[in-house]
């Protein structure tokens, strides 16, 4: 089987490929790869055997021993992954599998059959419309519908969607350099374990220094190239080495960087600055130059790509941050849109653009207000306070990669995000309201009341403030008593989130844009007004107090009540405060009688 190589500096003939049942122990061959700077290099590689089945089912590894340049000393280095293996020129596969602290440069090669079946999908929009496993809890009461956010899917908490880090003596695969340039120290630390779960090796790098044209763009089998996850004020780029070109198709890195199948990530060709021997985890240093083509597919094998397809959709990040000393500084970024990076990198570039002026230890305050506009004209508002005495900035991070998290994770057909638009306002002080008491206008209440409930919040300081919260009565009330539970945004959400049951995703990008522009704040109170009656959740909308004669006929169809979702407890109102300049913290219940008719 013979396959054509782009034209190159490296010979002019067709290799054939070396299929993996040919192989025998001591077949000794050459692999590409660069060490330093663009030139790329040549290193020998001795084949100790094929191990079966030993990624996945069919899908066989070729053991071997690897030297030349600077291997002895760092054994096999991240950012090989990918390097071209050849055999008599015959192309045998990449580079892809290591064995953390091995003595010895030994390495696991992915056949290159097994690369070859890593084609593009036939519907390449298709790599922004995979959802998340994200649990959603809808609710609808006479404000409208609101989206109660699933704490365990929160970003920077997603343990449970990624491997276990793989231990000393186990294959894995060649950790693909992730450089990040431009965040602080304290920042890349905090995010480090989360990378190196997705196999990432992060570390401090930088931007292009120098202009395009010295950067090599005619990439070949053993040129280093770099996916493009953010530019701008910051660069996290992920580099590989190209196995493979076909044409204008090129393959890559020899396993999967997400395993996300379709896949839209910019890339460009890269230089290597140095090689870094380690004991851990020897790796490359190197900077990315211009934008020459995507990655379409991100396969368990390797990645594919076009040269020349520029056609990435990217999320424009615009931050203001004024800061504790009342200056301004506008950040620009550009990120990738997928499913599962998109919110982290919006986190990573917000807490980095926070971290860069303002403290991280001490009491601080930081109010947040902007959006996440679509390219169909509707936006998600993104507005908070947020205090404490230290790690309020990734507060911040979370408040805007949450909503971004649910957008993506929709799994809505044609949703593009436009850009994102931050305004933050920090100051170096704690400003903390916590909810001291709440009393009503009155005691008793009838069905179509309007009354107000009034509650106590104490400041630092000992200082008070009173703030009013209006609440109707339904004139559908038939209980004798009502609980009205006033409390911060999280305490209510933890609340709902004990009898309120899960939905099914959202109908439709419409309701849930209004769901997430109606998020519970810190910086407001909330009141429930529930009545101990069932309601059921259907199509993602909360229904409370439904009719007895709707519920027996919701039961008695199997195929109905299959779809509807039922609890114990209905919330009857929903209201909330205006927002404060606070972070507002407890929780307060009241018992309300009900009298007149119907009771």
Known sequence: MGLLLAPCSWGQETPAILPTNELRPGMKGIGRTIFEGDKIETFQVEILGVLKNALAPKRDLVLARLSGGPLAKSGVIAGMSGSPVYIDGKLVGAVAISFPFSKEPIAG??????????????????????????????????????????????TGNLDRFLPPEPSGGSLAGVRLPLQLGGVPTDVAAEFMPLFRRLGFEPMQGGGISGTDATFKSDLEPGSMVSLLLCQGDLTINADCTVTFREGDKLYACGHQVLSAGPA???????RVLVTVPSLMSSFKVDTPGPVVGAIRQDGFSAIYGVVGDKSVPQIPIHIHLTSSQRKSTDYNFQIVQETFLSPLLLNLVTVSALGNTERRMGPSTL???GKIELTSGESVKIEDVLSGDMGTAALVGAAAATPLTYLLGADLPNLRIKDVDLSVVSDNEKRVASLEQVWSSQSEVRPGDHMEVTAL?????????TQKIPVEIPESVTDKTLSLVVGSGASINALQMRFTPLAGPPRDLHQLIRALNRMRRNNRLYALLMAPQRSFVMQGDEYPSPPPSLIQTFLSDPAVSSSVMFSGTSVVGDFETKPSPYTIRGQKTLLLKVVGPGT
């Open 109 to 154: 090669i992915t056949p290159i059959e097994d690369m070859l079946q890593v084609t593009p999908s036939a519907n390449p929009q298709s790599a922004q419309q995979a959802g998340t496993d994200l649990s959603y809890r809808i609710t609808r009461a006479a404000g409208g519908a609101r989206l109660i956010p699933d704490e365990e899917a929160a």
């Open 457 to 465: 919040l104490r400041l630092p300081g000992e200082q008070t403030v």
């Open 264 to 270: 839209a990530f910019p890339f460009a060709p890269s």
């Open 367 to 369: 109010d947040i207000n």
